[in-house]
């Protein structure tokens, strides 16, 4: 279960993330639901594999640094996930 908890930290933190990107770009928001489901694809992408990836491990310990990596991971991989979707979705309406 220990190793479970930073992967669910990515991934609330993601929708997080996702959501907040959607209320400052305005114009590449895809509602809250689909802000925090791009969010939660994009924390738990991020999160886990891309920071493990550079040599980070989330899941190396559940210390205040383990927890920040998580959380902030999550945010910035489910924000930009979603500000990436956004924009491909505002160029394809474009068309």
């Given at each position: 279960?220990?190793?479970?908890?930073?992967?669910?930290?990515?991934?609330?933190s993601?929708?997080?993330?996702?959501?907040?990107?959607?209320?400052?770009?305005?114009?590449?928001?895809?509602?809250?639901?689909?802000?925090?489901?791009?969010?939660?694809?994009?924390?738990?992408?991020?999160?886990?594999?891309?920071l493990?990836?550079?040599?980070?491990?989330?899941?190396?310990?559940?210390?205040?640094?383990?927890?920040?990596?998580?959380?902030?991971?999550?945010?910035?991989?489910?924000?930009?996930?979603?500000?990436?979707?956004?924009?491909?979705?505002?160029?394809?309406?474009?068309?």
């Amino acid at each position: 279960m220990e190793s479970l908890i930073p992967l669910i930290v990515n991934l609330i933190s993601g929708a997080v993330g996702g959501n907040v990107v959607g209320k400052l770009a305005k114009n590449l928001s895809l509602g809250t639901l689909g802000n925090s489901l791009a969010g939660i694809f994009g924390g738990g992408l991020f999160g886990q594999f891309l920071l493990g990836a550079v040599g980070i491990d989330p899941a190396a310990g559940m210390d205040l640094t383990g927890i920040l990596t998580s959380i902030g991971g999550g945010a910035a991989g489910g924000g930009v996930l979603m500000a990436i979707i956004g924009f491909i979705k505002k160029m394809m309406n474009k068309g």
